[in-house]
């Protein structure tokens, strides 16, 4: 049985499956990419939720295993020379689970950077904009009288849009028939700006019918209508 009591986050959120990949998280769009993956895999993972009402990311235990105070992070008792290994940022777990399992990504070089590629797209570009374009539109940015930032992070959203929207021309998913990681990446964040957000109207959503296609088609996957519901919330 791995012991994983020498790693402070587990005096916060014990282990009672030490033997399982630890996952902490909450269901946002970069939280459940972890959970998604987890589920697409099947590898054996235990989540715990990191609640943000009461701060729990600022907590000493989850910043000694991601100093940035975000979720997604996970330990695996389990990992490379079957040592322990703490891991943060979604794209870099993400990229982890496939390695680990040969899951998700390409075998072969060509399309294994093509997709890491559209993993950092996805890293680089639609989260930071889309998080953006939520916080002018819907949380405290909404009520700034200055419509310019907002506009600015729109403008941003939709050139985003149509990129997505050009590469699906004639593709199921992201990577032509493979389904990837990148899609894992991508689509909890699209699925978030015309949902949660409610800016399908303010980035002219319905123009993009690739787009909405392939969103449907992966919020239709058994694995991922359950990784979005995974950590339960409180
Ligand atoms: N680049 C990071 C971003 C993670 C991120 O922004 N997480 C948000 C929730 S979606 C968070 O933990 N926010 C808490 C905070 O900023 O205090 C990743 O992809 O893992």
């Known amino acids: ?5 020498a ?4 005096g916060k959120w014990p282990a009672q499956h030490p033997e399982r990949i630890q996952l902490y998280s909450l269901p946002t769009p970069n939280g459940v990419k972890v959970s998604i993956a987890l589920e697409e895999t099947g590898l ?7 609640s943000f009402e009461t ?14 105070n975000k979720i997604p992070a996970i330990l695996d008792p389990n990992g490379p020379d079957g040592k322990p290994l703490q891991l943060f940022e979604s794209g870099a777990i993400l990229l982890y689970i496939a390695d680990k399992t040969g899951q998700l990504i390409p ?9 890491i590629q559209w993993l950092m797209f996805q890293m680089g570009g639609v989260g930071p904009m889309f998080g953006q374009l939520g916080f002018f539109h819907k949380f405290a940015g909404k009520e700034y009288e200055d419509k310019r930032p907002r506009d600015r992070y729109v403008n941003e959203s939709k050139r985003l849009l149509g990129v997505l929207e050009q590469r699906l021309e004639g593709r199921q998913w992201i990577m032509g028939d493979t389904y990837t990681i990148a899609d894992i990446a991508i689509w909890p964040w699209v699925r978030n700006l ?26 239709a996957r058994p694995a991922v209508a359950r990784g979005l519901d995974i950590p339960k919330r409180g």
């Not at 790693?7 to 587990?10: K, N, Y």
């Not at 701060?55 to 940035?68: T, V, Y």
């Not at 949902?195 to 993009?208: N, Q, T, W």
């Open 1 to 5: 049985m791995a012991d994983l009591t």
């Open 107 to 115: 075998k072969e070089a060509a399309g294994r950077y093509e997709t």
């Open 194 to 219: 015309v949902g949660f957000y409610g800016a399908g109207d303010l980035v002219e959503f319905s123009k993009f019918t690739n787009v909405q296609r392939v969103l449907e088609a992966f919020v």
């Open 44 to 50: 054996a993972y235990e989540p715990h939720l990191v």
């Open 55 to 68: 701060n729990d990311q600022m907590s000493p235990e989850f910043l000694s295993l991601n100093p940035n």
């Open 7 to 10: 790693f402070p986050i587990t």
